[in-house]
């Protein structure tokens, strides 16, 4: 893949921090890369991540970290996002990979306030002087680099929590194969059936999934199968049990114990967090 395209966000190196608030009613999906951080919120709808190397979910109540340089390709989908971006020589965050990470109500809130300052604009969080370029309220200028600043400790403190949403994206044409079919039968998927629709031995499918991946194909379909099930949570009005055989799990029960155990919750209490988010506009937060 040749060098994304570096996309700039601000119109003045002054502006160190602000966002940009978008909704996809169309597909939208394009390589590129920032020279900011960036940390993307799906307030609603379901989006996703690619990187060179991985494919990322970014279900409701999530946002996915994406650091400066890295370039990626976001599939956007009937969703509304919130963008934060952040100047490295002004922020100093620990991952330097990209991660998702939980968005609790703190976080959820402080990013919806944030879009008073967007990213594009003259009045995002500035440097020293808290002036804000020609047209920027010095006060104000202040105030969001105050914000900004106590905005990127609590992505510091969920970066220490990223959640498990991602699958592994490799350059194996073989084992490429293997996960565009194993995605496509996720309900009825064997190591018979791959090994056929693929035209290698099950031992070949063994040796060389672990080696490009480092993981075995058993452990890739039980966690496509996760995603797909969180996916159709978060999109779906369909039942557990009914995702369930979807996605190959056979039974609600199976779905709720593998589904417990990656993520701390139950199908059930992960559809109810997600539906009743709170409220959309922090106006408590609003001064006078």
Do not use: N
């Not at 119109?11 to 390589?31: L, N």
């Amino acid at each position: 893949m040749p060098d994304a395209p570096l996309i700039p966000m601000r119109r003045s190196v002054t502006v160190t921090a602000g966002t940009v608030e978008h909704r996809a009613t169309e597909p939208i999906s394009y390589w590129h890369r920032h020279d900011l951080h960036e940390i993307e919120y799906a307030v609603d709808g379901l989006a996703e991540i690619y990187t060179p190397q991985t494919h990322y979910l970014l279900p409701p109540l999530h946002a996915a970290w994406i650091p400066a340089g890295v370039e990626h390709a976001p599939l956007l989908r009937d969703v509304t996002t919130i963008a934060v971006f952040f100047d490295p020589a002004e922020f100093a965050f620990p991952e330097t990979r990209t991660a998702i990470i939980a968005v609790p109500p703190v976080l959820r809130e402080m990013m919806r306030y944030a879009v008073r300052w967007p990213i594009h604009g003259e009045s995002g969080a500035c440097g020293e002087s808290g002036a804000c370029g020609e047209s920027g309220a010095t006060g104000d200028g202040a105030e969001a680099s105050v914000f900004f600043h106590a905005l990127a400790g609590v992505v510091r403190h969920q970066l220490a929590q990223a959640a498990p949403l991602s699958l592994p994206i490799c350059d194996d044409v073989i084992v490429q194969d293997v996960i565009a079919y194993t995605a496509g039968h996720l309900a009825d998927a064997d190591a018979v059936s791959v090994c056929r629709a693929v035209g290698i031995s099950e031992r070949a499918l063994r040796r060389r999934f672990a080696a490009v991946l480092g993981q075995t194909w058993r452990d890739h379909l039980r966690q496509a199968r996760l995603f797909r099930a969180m996916a159709m949570l978060s999109t779906s009005t369909m039942s557990v049990g009914e995702i369930a055989a979807e996605v190959g799990f056979g039974s609600g029960s199976a779905l709720a114990r593998a589904f417990r155990t990656w993520t701390g919750e139950s199908p059930s209490e992960y559809r109810e967090r997600w539906l009743t988010p709170g409220p959309r506009t922090p106006e408590a937060a609003h001064p006078g």
